[in-house]
């Protein structure tokens, strides 16, 4: 069983910057994948980014060069940078994990936990 606790939202004007994190206990965290989904209102859950135990990365698309996830195993701890925001970046955001079993990192569906979310709002 994995618990996932995020952090770190707010609010922030266009252009500036937000780290989140995510606390993980389990001590085969460093084995799991990990995510970060958002999902703002009435909008589907969308893949932000995510990274593999063995540390590959992920990112959508359209957040290559201002969002970047990171962890730090000892710590179980997963970070999301967030650059040059912009008001359509305001959302939830979610962390979430699954087991080394994962392969679709993108697809929400295929993680087995989850975080409460923090919010996050931009201002233009």
């Excluded at 996932?4 to 993980?24: D, F, H, K, W, Y």
């Excluded at 893949?47 to 540390?55: E, N």
């Excluded at 359509?88 to 975080?115: K, Q, V």
């Amino acid at each position: 069983q994995v618990q996932l606790v995020e952090s770190g939202g707010g609010l922030v004007q266009a252009g500036g910057s937000l780290r989140l994190s995510c606390q993980a206990s389990g001590r085969t965290f460093r084995s799991y994948g990990v995510g970060w989904f958002r999902q703002a209102p009435g909008k589907e859950r969308e893949f932000v980014a995510a990274m593999s135990g063995g540390g590959a990365t992920f990112r959508a698309e359209s957040m290559k060069g201002r969002f970047t996830v990171s962890r730090d195993n000892a710590r179980n701890m997963v970070y999301l940078q967030m650059n040059n925001l912009k008001p359509e970046d305001t959302a939830i955001y979610y962390c979430a994990a699954a087991g080394p079993s994962l392969r679709n990192y993108a697809s929400h569906s295929d993680y087995d936990y989850w975080g409460q979310g923090t919010q996050v709002t931009v201002s233009s």
